[in-house]
């Protein structure tokens, strides 16, 4: 089990910018797949951005151009750079992490709340 804690979050004005940081407890934190997601009030949690364990990252529609996903293997940091931000990134948002054999999220932080707003 991956014990993960976000922060970064915050108010934000429209067209503003944010970084989100994930510190994440695990031995064996270079190995995993980390993502982050996010949760509108009322609607279901999605994907925003994932990245491999070698540093491959993957863009939902909601990051392409706006947002980038990094990681610091030697400090277990997990980072979503977003810009550009909407009203509708209002959202919490989650850092998680897969399970080693790559097949499901298995580990979650408690959200870091993200309000853009004019």
């Known amino acids: 089990q991956v014990h993960l804690v976000e922060s970064g979050g915050g108010l934000v004005p429209i067209g503003g910018s944010l970084k989100l940081s994930c510190t994440a407890s695990?031995?064996?934190?270079?190995?995993?797949?980390m993502g982050w997601f996010r949760q509108a009030p009322g609607k279901d949690r999605e994907e925003v951005a994932d990245?491999?364990?070698?540093?491959?990252?993957y863009l939902t529609r909601i990051a392409e151009g706006r947002f980038a996903i990094s990681r610091d293997n030697a400090r277990a940091m997990l980072y979503l750079q977003m810009s550009s931000l909407k009203p509708e990134d209002t959202a919490i948002y989650y850092c998680?992490?897969?399970?080693?054999?790559?097949?499901?999220?298995?580990?979650w932080g408690q959200g870091t709340q993200v309000t853009v707003s004019s």
């Open positions: 998680a992490a897969m399970s080693e054999a790559g097949n499901q999220w298995v580990s």
């Open positions: 695990a031995s064996n934190f270079r190995r995993l797949t």
């Open positions: 990245i491999t364990s070698g540093g491959i990252p």
